[in-house]
């Protein structure tokens, strides 16, 4: 009976196996670190997983000699003799551990003072410097040049970028495995982390705090290019005006006007930014942080009915929108674009 139930295990450890690919979901993964910060997070797993093994190893040598060694045997009829307290074994079995602990604990603490950042601009003068507000469930990015970006934030490669991390709601978590640890986004606390990626490229990053129904989807990226094409994007995120990008969209501009959308989405500095600042959407690599970008289907569905794809997220649904009011607002939306389509990241 008990065997027949163990084999129920099967299908179930077969499942687990096949979940495990989802971790490895492109660079969503600590297991391969592209920069310092997450190289030392690397370097202390092995190590830990070193010190565990080597434990685990002689615990279990010790443990099988002895259960051989001095088992039961035919003809033994008295206890053998019972020891206690023999002072050299104390000794060596307090004094390992804290010499692997202390193996431990010498890289965890100049690491973690290493890669520590004050969230006090006026001491990262020379850095790039970029407050993070954690929203339900989109992520908004200011920079210290005046603009606002939504749900990718640009970074220069092979810089020390520090992110002063707030929340707006609820707790969220910002983290970028690739890249380094996580830390919370608190509403009325202000944290730091400071990042650095060593190639240009396109790290993902995952909300890490349970925040709400549509915790899950909230993702963003952090897309890091190389110095000059960093200032150059920068520049061309303050040059963004409404209107002039609208040039070629002119009833989509009017649209978003006339249907209030403009109230929650900053567009090139005007506007409120109670949602993400679209000056840049065009350029986007998701829709809302976790969509496919291209289908234009998708994006009219979600400006009728944003709940049906991130439920209780914070957009309201705008059903009596008409046909050539979404199909003018996707043209200008698409339109939105600083970098350009053919990028590569
Ligand atoms: C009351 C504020 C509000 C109004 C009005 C509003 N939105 Fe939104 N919008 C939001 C919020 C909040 C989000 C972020 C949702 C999320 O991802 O959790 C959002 C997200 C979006 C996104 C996805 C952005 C991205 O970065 O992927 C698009 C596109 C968008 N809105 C378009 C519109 C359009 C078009 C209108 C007008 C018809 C509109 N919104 C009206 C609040 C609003
Ligand atoms: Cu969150």
């Given at each position: 009976?008990m065997?027949?139930?163990?084999?129920?295990?099967v299908?179930?450890?077969?499942m687990?196996?096949?979940?495990?690919?989802?971790?490895?979901?492109?660079?969503?993964?600590?297991?391969?670190?592209?920069?310092?910060?997450?190289?030392?997070?690397?370097d202390?797993?092995l190590?830990?997983?070193?010190?565990?093994t080597f434990v685990?190893?002689?615990?279990f040598?010790?443990?099988?000699?002895?259960?051989f060694k001095?088992?039961r045997?035919d003809?033994d009829?008295?206890?053998?003799?019972?020891v206690h307290?023999?002072?050299?074994?104390?000794?060596t079995?307090?004094?390992?551990?804290?010499?692997?602990?202390?193996i431990l604990f010498?890289p965890t603490?100049?690491?973690?003072f290493?890669?520590?950042?004050?969230?006090?601009p006026?001491?990262?003068?020379d850095?790039v410097?970029?407050?993070?507000?954690?929203?339900q469930?989109?992520?908004?990015?200011?920079?210290?040049?005046?603009?606002t970006?939504?749900?990718?934030?640009y970074?220069?490669?092979?810089e020390?970028v520090?992110f002063?991390?707030?929340?707006?709601?609820?707790?969220?978590?910002?983290?970028?495995p690739?890249?380094?640890g996580?830390?919370?986004?608190?509403?009325g606390?202000?944290?730091?982390l400071?990042l650095?990626a060593?190639?240009?490229g396109?790290?993902?990053?995952?909300?890490?705090?349970?925040c709400?129904?549509?915790?899950?989807?909230?993702?963003?990226?952090?897309i890091?290019?190389?110095?000059d094409?960093?200032?150059?994007w920068?520049e061309?995120?303050?040059a963004?005006?409404?209107?002039?990008t609208a040039a070629?969209?002119?009833?989509?501009?009017?649209?978003f006007?006339?249907?209030?959308?403009?109230?929650?989405?900053?567009i090139?500095?005007?506007?409120?930014?109670?949602?993400?600042?679209?000056?840049n959407?065009?350029d986007?690599?998701?829709?809302?942080?976790?969509y496919?970008?291209?289908?234009d289907?998708l994006?009219?569905e979600w400006?009728?009915d944003?709940?049906s794809?991130?439920?209780?997220n914070?957009?309201?649904a705008h059903?009596?929108i008409?046909?050539?009011?979404?199909?003018?607002i996707?043209?200008?939306l698409?339109s939105?674009?600083?970098?350009?389509?053919?990028?590569?990241?």
């Amino acid at each position: 009976m008990m065997r027949k139930q163990i084999w129920r295990l099967v299908p179930v450890a077969l499942m687990l196996f096949l979940l495990s690919g989802c971790l490895g979901e492109e660079n969503l993964t600590a297991l391969d670190p592209k920069g310092p910060a997450a190289q030392w997070i690397y370097d202390n797993m092995l190590l830990s997983i070193a010190v565990m093994t080597f434990v685990s190893i002689v615990v279990f040598v010790i443990f099988f000699l002895v259960i051989f060694k001095f088992r039961r045997k035919d003809g033994d009829e008295e206890l053998p003799k019972q020891v206690h307290g023999n002072t050299a074994m104390e000794i060596t079995w307090t004094v390992i551990p804290i010499i692997l602990l202390i193996i431990l604990f010498i890289p965890t603490v100049t690491g973690t003072f290493d890669f520590h950042v004050n969230a006090d601009p006026s001491e990262h003068e020379d850095a790039v410097y970029i407050k993070v507000t954690g929203h339900q469930y989109w992520w908004q990015f200011d920079y210290e040049e005046g603009f606002t970006a939504g749900q990718e934030v640009y970074i220069p490669a092979g810089e020390d970028v520090v992110f002063e991390l707030n929340a707006e709601d609820v707790i969220h978590s910002f983290w970028v495995p690739a890249l380094g640890g996580k830390i919370d986004n608190i509403p009325g606390v202000t944290n730091a982390l400071t990042l650095n990626a060593d190639e240009p490229g396109v790290y993902k990053g995952k909300c890490a705090e349970l925040c709400g129904p549509s915790h899950a989807l909230m993702d963003f990226k952090v897309i890091a290019l190389e110095r000059d094409e960093y200032d150059a994007w920068v520049e061309d995120m303050l040059a963004v005006e409404q209107e002039a990008t609208a040039a070629n969209a002119e009833a989509g501009y009017e649209a978003f006007q006339e249907n209030a959308c403009i109230s929650c989405h900053a567009i090139g500095g005007q506007g409120m930014a109670t949602g993400p600042a679209l000056t840049n959407f065009g350029d986007r690599q998701t829709l809302a942080g976790v969509y496919d970008i291209d289908d234009d289907e998708l994006l009219k569905e979600w400006i009728r009915d944003p709940q049906s794809l991130k439920q209780g997220n914070n957009m309201p649904a705008h059903p009596d929108i008409s046909d050539e009011d979404l199909d003018a607002i996707v043209e200008y939306l698409r339109s939105l674009q600083v970098r350009g389509a053919d990028q590569e990241y």
